[in-house]
């Protein structure tokens, strides 16, 4: 007889470090880390440009140098960052991640010292190195490397401008998850009353009470209302200094260097948002439909997230593991046993009390070759969805195990490919598990939220993002032309389906205030898409199609996503019609749900 072991909500991260941010562990890592700092710091100083193909073991040495202070590095940051997730009071974490960031200062100047030395080599030598068999497993890298520093400016000006950013823009990051964290929402739910961390409360989005619903929207907005000028601040500064960097070096756009760090042409970002623009009205069907369900002439914002039916599931987070597990194995032995080994060891958090930081990510910890997962986990089929999306984003580490440190550093697009792959693995389950028509629709309708998500909220925010960085050049943007963007951009993004917007949602958007990832909106749709077309693959092979799909994640930090697509999809994504593609499944959603909710219920 077997047994399924209880799986712990709370994650394990003596495993790192014991003893928590006073860790002495801890302490000692991040000392010999600083050595390691310098010594790279002295390689960078010494180092030569190359002269010939003999230089290759030099290039190498600089090479593994950098891989050895980077892996190191990212695992404290990692654990620093789960101590601040999982209390957003420790505020010994606080001063930690601070001196985190004056060291990954100082990685990143030795890092653009490396670069832009050894990248100055003749076009000639530059082949030959390459070629060779140390470095020739290096190949895009190091023309990526190559190429970014043509388009930057001097080595003294660079490095300032990496110096600057530790109270730059990061502090300012910094400044916004203490402004969140100070934040609680005084509410009675369930007829109890409670202090609600910002996380907690926007659970209650999906609550079946519309009353609670509302309530907790508007004490939100409230909540942000009350600070809005500090947000207003924390996010013109930041943007402000981005700017400033950006015109020194020449460069117009401000998608230049989002665009450049998911190796992605602003002709693929056009043909996306283009065939999700040209196919939005059977969304906007949807969410009519949803409101007119709901009792509502027209979508409220509080309503997006509501339950269509009282018999919408809910799962203990146990059963929401095993009912993961059990569907991850249909799709492969690798991708099964590897996300047992996440619940069995205590890789998740995802208790569901006060002091947590909101939202969900995953990290990794690149020397223990181990990742982390954090959520709020509250019974719901969303969060189901999230928890299998979250252990994607950690199977695509596991995935590029075998690889170099220097070829894993994917960009965010295809990051959230795998993620999202195994969100839609646990999303079409549900559907398929349903036993009535009631819950089928109610399964439906959570599939169909990920899309909305993506084609609408996810394009009102890069429209937001990219009029506000326009308005922004011209000098500070107040927070009610803030609020005033984000409507505008909402009503556009929604099709016109909202009857009331989240003015504020500028401010409750952490990503918005992401300082190292610009426009930290757009992979996410590329993500969904693009896993979409992975996905009817994987119907098609079935398990037979994990290698081929673990052999696409090694290839996503080695090539643009243009290339990946034409390898592993033999597609053009430059095109509408790869796009348009990926929504009409989307839309086969959208028209049985419609199906179902016309019936007479």
Request: proline share 2%; net charge negative; aromatic share 10%.
């Amino acid at each position: 007889m077997t047994t399924t072991k209880t799986y712990s909500q709370v994650w394990d991260l003596d495993v790192f470090f014991k003893g928590g941010s006073d860790s002495a562990e801890l302490r000692t890592h991040l000392d010999a880390v600083k050595d390691q700092l310098g010594a790279l710091e002295e390689l960078a100083a010494n180092a030569q440009t190359p002269t010939s193909i003999n230089d290759a073991d030099k290039v190498l040495q600089l090479i593994d140098e950098i891989k050895n202070t980077g892996k190191n590095l990212r695992e404290a940051g990692a654990v620093i960052g789960c101590f601040l997730a999982a209390n957003i009071k420790d505020k010994k974490a606080l001063v930690l991640q601070s001196e985190m960031g004056s060291m990954g200062a100082r990685f990143s100047t030795a890092i653009l010292k490396i670069q832009q030395t050894i990248t100055k080599a003749d076009d000639s030598v530059w082949k030959e190195l390459l070629a060779t068999e140390q470095l020739t497993q290096f190949t895009f890298v190091l023309n990526e490397w190559r190429e970014q520093v043509k388009l930057k400016l001097s080595e003294e000006e660079e490095s300032l401008i990496t110096a600057l950013s530790v109270d730059g823009y990061q502090g300012w990051g910094q400044l916004y998850d203490q402004l969140v964290g100070d934040i609680q929402i005084q509410m009675t739910v369930d007829g109890e009353e409670k202090a609600l961390s910002v996380g907690q409360a926007n659970n209650l989005s999906s609550h079946a009470d519309v009353a609670v619903r509302k309530e907790a929207f508007e004490k939100l907005e409230e909540a942000w209302t009350a600070k809005e000028d500090f947000f207003a601040s924390t996010l013109n500064h930041l943007a402000g200094f981005r700017l400033a960097i950006y015109e020194k070096r020449g460069w117009d756009s401000v998608l230049m260097e989002p665009l450049m760090r998911n190796r992605m042409s602003q002709e693929t970002l056009d043909a996306m948002w283009g065939a999700i623009s040209a196919n939005k009205a059977p969304f906007a069907e949807y969410l009519n439909r949803k409101a007119q369900m709901l009792g509502n002439e027209n979508m409220n914002w509080y309503d997006l997230d509501a339950p269509v039916t009282s018999s919408t599931k809910k799962m203990s987070y146990q059963e929401g593991a095993e009912f993961i597990l059990e569907h991850f194995g249909k799709f492969g032995p690798e991708l099964e046993a590897f996300s047992r080994k996440a619940f069995e060891d205590s890789w998740i958090e995802a208790e569901d009390r006060a002091d947590k930081r909101p939202g969900g990510f995953c990290t990794g910890m690149p020397v223990s070759e181990q990742s982390r997962i954090f959520m709020t986990y509250s019974g719901s089929m969303s969060n189901v969805a999230t928890l299998a999306h979250e252990l994607g984003h950690a199977f695509h580490s596991y995935a590029l195990r075998p690889v170099h440190y220097m070829n894993r550093q994917y960009a965010m697009g295809v990051a959230e490919t795998a993620s999202t792959f195994a969100e839609m693995i646990v999303a079409d389950a549900s559907v398929k598990s349903a036993e009535s028509e009631e819950e089928k629709l109610a399964l439906l309708e959570d599939k169909i939220q990920r899309s909305v998500a993506f084609f609408m909220n996810i394009h009102s925010r890069f429209l937001f993002e990219t009029r506000f960085y326009e308005e922004r050049k011209n000098g500070v943007v107040p927070a009610s032309r803030l609020n005033e963007l984000m409507v505008e951009a909402q009503k556009e993004g929604y099709a016109g389906a909202l009857d009331t917007t989240h003015p504020h949602f500028w401010a409750s958007k952490l990503h918005f205030y992401i300082t190292g990832t610009p426009f930290y909106n757009f992979p996410y749709t590329f993500g969904y898409l693009f896993s979409l077309s992975i996905y009817a693959k994987a119907l098609t092979e079935g398990e037979s199609f994990e290698e081929k799909y673990m052999a696409l994640l090694r290839d996503t930090a080695i090539m643009s996503v243009e290339d990946l697509a034409m390898k592993h999809l033999g597609e053009d994504i430059t095109k509408e019609e790869f796009w348009a593609k990926g929504v009409a499944l989307c839309v086969k959603d959208v028209e049985e749900f419609l199906k179902i909710a016309s019936k007479e219920r």
